[in-house]
C-alpha cells in the first residue's frame, strides 16, 4: 500500500503583523500551530507524510519550515516562498534548492490588486529560471484568475504546476461554471497537478453538507484523473469548518469508488511523484 501524503498544510507561531489575514472572522485560528500539533492528529487520520506550504510571503518563514522538516522527519517536503519576480531571484533561487526538502515555491496570486499579476513580464521571468531547478510551482489563485493561468501555463510547458485548492470555485453559492469548463481546460495541460484541499472553507463554513461537494470533486477527478490528484488537508485553516480527520473521512469515503490502484495514486503516489519525494519515505531513512 502506498504512502498517505497530506500535500498541503501550514505551521506557525501567530502573531497578528506576520498574519494579517486572519481575521476576525477566524478567531479560530489565532494560535500556534505546531509540527507537534498536527503529529497528534496525524495519526488518526492514518496519514504518513506531509508537505508543508508558506502562509507568508518571507523568506524568513521559507527558512523556518526547512529548519521544521529537519527536524521533524514527517515533513517531507517545502513548498515556500522566494522573491520570484525580483531581479535576484536566480541567486536567491541558488541559495534556497540547495536544502533537498525545498520541493517548489509559492506566491500568493489570489491576493494580488492585478489579476493579470501571473502574467507579468518580470514574474515569468523568475517562473523561467525556476524551471532548470526542478522545482515545482504551486499555483494559488481564485476561480477568477483560472484564465490567466491557462495563458501562465502555456507559456512554461516544461515547468512542473500544482493547482492548489482546486482553484477556489464558488462552492458556498453552488455555482459550477464557467469554472468547471476552465479546470477541464487546464487539466489538458498535463504538466499540471491539482491538490482536492480547501474545499470546505469555499463553502459554507458552518452548514456545508458532503452534498455541497460532489459537484466540484466529480468535475476535478474527471478532468484530472487520480494520476494527477492529491489530497491535502490545509490545516489548520481548514479547521473553520472541519477537523484533520473529518476530511480524510471524507476524501476517503469519496475515494472508495476508485480501484485500488487509483487510490494511491491519490492518496500519496501522485504527491511522492509531482514533489519528488522518497517512495518510502524520510522517516525510514
Known sequence: ???RIDAHHHLWRYTPEEYGWIDKSMIRLQHDYTPADLSETMAIAKIDGTIAVQARQTLD???????????HPFIEAVVGWAPIASADFRSCLEALKRHPKLK???HVIQDEPDDNF???REF???IAALESSGLVYDILICERHLPQAIEFVDAHPNQVFVLDH?????IRERIL???RERIHDIARRENVFCKISGMVTEADWHAWTEENLLPYLDTIFDAFGPARLMMGSDWPVCLLATSYTQWFEFLDRYAARLSEQEREQFCGGTAIRAYNLSNTGAAQK
Open 177 to 179: 461554471s464557467p469554472w
Open 104 to 106: 517548489g515555491l509559492r
Open 1 to 3: 500500500m502506498a504512502r
Open 61 to 71: 518563514e521559507t527558512r523556518d519550515l526547512l529548519s521544521l522538516a529537519d527536524t
Open 118 to 120: 501571473i502574467l507579468g
Open 166 to 170: 482546486i482553484a477556489k470555485p464558488r
Open 124 to 126: 515569468n521571468r523568475g
